[in-house]
């Protein structure tokens, strides 16, 4: 009993000195804030769409720039492969990767994701559920991104 | 023999009332406790996400449900009558149910110690996000510690009932099933703590939790390895928490020493599960070989003693066969 005891007052500890819960490991969403957000972006269709010296376009870049301006950040866009950007995601070069990633990606074990912020259909008739893939254990960050998300309403 | 008439019975013996009714308590509070098990594996799997403590955690909740299965399907066995193919009766199928118990836990309990290890030393940080609840969305680790919080508690009270009724109906499976129970607080303490951790940003506290939910598991299924196998392997009858070598042993050797037509006696007892099988040497005084009646009156007695002792078998010997009494001191001065 005495652990739960201390569990309780952990958590109300916790609450009561303000702060945040949960924390980022490596601080992402601090840095962020304020800052530079450094975002891969994949090309896929009408999701992402990457043109010669222009911004990245489609559904998840415009999600991207109404987060950052939430947070106070800039974008700094990274275009590639899924191979490359989660690799840069996972050693900490990049703080978000975008590209139509659906939730159940096979790129789970180098990311983590956001909960599914819309559903499309896929060419085999099966339901997508789209997700945007963070750094692994980046809690706070990925919060901050899932109220962001969540309170969108996107129709594919 | 009827088959109502064997609900109050292990086998050939008769149960007295209160063992009767630890039994039925016993069944309807396993019954209880499958039912909570139930809810509990449920409530946490819906909230598992990627925390290894939680995982942890729900492994052994699913783990907890052979216990109480093994100790249904032994109690339902063991009321069977001995057969002329099962002449001893049923009740080492507590002891099969027992042993497979233990090996589930310790095969678990290794898994995740290695699974728990590899994370921490691969240092993948556990990811865990947000859920939308009633239109508001939080952080899911919140609802990780709840459903610890919630889980916690009614384990310990069932463990708390089951103890004393398997301690009436010598019954180790029963015993087992009740000190996990309640040290199970323990678990979800832990787990509440680890996701607590990753909250601060303490990403390792998930693994730790999770380590220390794994090596307890892996304690309890060898100790409850040892148990079943000691059991298994006829080790000599001990009291239901394996402390000590039962007191029967020295009550019987002591009464039987105490009948006047005997002048040494040492018995061997195993134990079958609940119910002991007892084989008694007995050196009559002055090498009298003692009548029929005597020996099934000293037989009767002896069965009077405890529960527990009916299948008991008196031999008259001229000495005391050392090689079926190990340890045995010098004739005449065993107690």
């Known amino acids: 009993m005495a652990v739960l005891f201390a569990v309780v007052l952990l958590a109300g500890g916790l609450g009561g000195c303000g702060i945040s819960m949960p924390g980022d490991p490596d601080g992402t969403l601090e840095r962020v804030s304020g800052g530079t957000l450094r975002v891969g972006v994949t090309d896929n269709g009408k999701w992402a769409s990457i043109g010669d010296g222009q911004e990245p376009r489609g559904i998840e870049p415009g999600l991207v720039r109404s987060f950052a301006s939430s947070i106070s950040a800039t974008p700094e866009w990274a275009a590639g492969s899924e191979q490359e950007l989660t690799k840069a995601l996972k050693e900490g070069d990049l703080d978000l990767v975008i590209g139509g990633f659906a939730a159940d990606t096979p790129w789970a074990t180098h990311a983590g994701t956001t909960r599914p912020y819309t559903e499309s259909k896929d060419a085999y008739g099966k339901t997508v559920k789209h997700v945007f893939l963070v750094p692994l254990g980046e809690n706070g960050f990925l919060l901050a991104l899932d109220r962001f998300l969540l309170e969108q309403d996107v129709q594919a | ?335």
């Open chain 2, 1 to 335: 023999m009827s088959r109502t008439g064997t609900a109050g019975k292990f086998g050939n013996t008769e149960l007295p009332q209160e063992q009767k009714d630890a039994l039925q308590k016993a069944i309807r509070f396993e019954w209880i406790t499958l039912a909570f098990l139930t809810v509990s594996t449920a409530l946490v799997f819906l909230v598992l996400g990627n925390s290894q403590a939680m995982k942890a955690a729900w492994i052994e909740d699913l783990l907890s449900f052979l216990p109480p299965i093994a100790f249904l399907l032994a109690a339902r066995l063991i009321r069977r009558p001995p057969t002329e193919k099962h002449p001893y009766g049923y009740h080492r199928s507590v002891g099969i149910a027992h042993l497979v118990a233990a090996v589930a836990l310790v095969a678990m309990g290794s898994f995740l110690i290695v699974d728990s290890g590899a994370g921490l030393l691969s240092a993948e940080h556990p990811t865990i996000g947000g859920i939308e609840l009633f239109g508001h969305t939080i952080w899911l680790g919140w609802l990780m510690v709840a459903a610890m919080l919630l889980t916690a508690g009614p384990p310990v009270y069932l463990g708390r009932v089951k103890i004393k009724l398997a301690e009436k109906l010598h019954d180790k499976v029963l015993y087992a099933d009740a000190d996990m129970n309640k040290a199970d607080w323990m678990t979800a303490g832990a787990a509440a703590v680890g996701v607590l951790g990753i909250g601060v940003g303490l990403w390792w506290a998930d693994y730790a939790a999770a380590l220390l939910i794994s090596v307890s598991i892996l304690r309890d299924g060898v100790k409850n390895l040892r148990g079943a196998v000691g059991a298994l392997i006829d080790t000599r009858a001990h009291t239901v928490d394996d402390s000590a070598p039962d007191p029967l042993n020295r009550r019987i050797d002591v009464y039987l020493k105490g009948l006047p037509w005997v002048s040494q006696a040492a018995s061997r007892i195993r134990d079958e599960g609940h119910v002991f099988h007892i084989e008694s040497f007995v050196v009559p005084a002055g090498g009298a070989v003692p009548s029929l009646e005597t020996l099934e009156d000293a037989r009767k007695a002896c069965a009077g003693l405890d529960w527990k002792v009916q299948d008991l078998v008196i031999i008259p010997v001229a000495k005391l066969p050392k090689e079926f009494l190990p340890g045995l001191r010098s004739p005449g001065a065993e107690y």
